[in-house]
């Protein structure tokens, strides 16, 4: 299974952008599916997750209230909705699927990852 990540580019301080990550196979419907981020020089973090279904989500504090994940699964595509962005959330940006239920957090419960696309927020 192939996860293709698009979507990135430079936006402005306070500006907005949608990622989206298309998976090669309906099996994506049954996966739950993350977001996770790598600045320069840290380590890479999750950022958001969501349930098979959509009906469950999870957000890191850090975008807590400004991005929102969503998922349809007829297209196979989850979507992570970027707004009031800042210059901290500069970082490649990465899908993830896996078969385990939304709370999982930690990169190895991931089996499935994307390519990566590079969100640059501009001061």
């Known amino acids: 299974v192939q996860l293709q990540a698009s979507g990135g580019g430079l936006v402005q301080t306070g500006g907005s952008l949608r990622l989206s990550c298309a998976a090669s196979?309906?099996?994506?419907?049954?996966?739950?599916m993350a977001w996770f981020r790598q600045a320069p020089g840290k380590e890479r973090e999750i950022v958001a997750v969501?349930?098979?279904?959509?009906?469950?989500?999870y957000y890191a504090d850090s975008v807590k209230g400004r991005f929102t994940i969503s998922r349809d699964n007829a297209r196979n595509t989850v979507y992570l909705q970027m707004n009031s962005s800042k210059p901290e959330d500069t970082a490649v940006y990465y899908c993830a699927g896996t078969t385990r239920d939304w709370r999982a957090r930690a990169e190895p419960e991931y089996g499935y990852w994307g390519q990566g696309t590079q969100v640059t927020v501009s001061s």
């Open positions: 196979e309906r099996t994506f419907s049954s996966w739950s």
């Open positions: 969501i349930s098979w279904s959509g009906r469950f989500t």
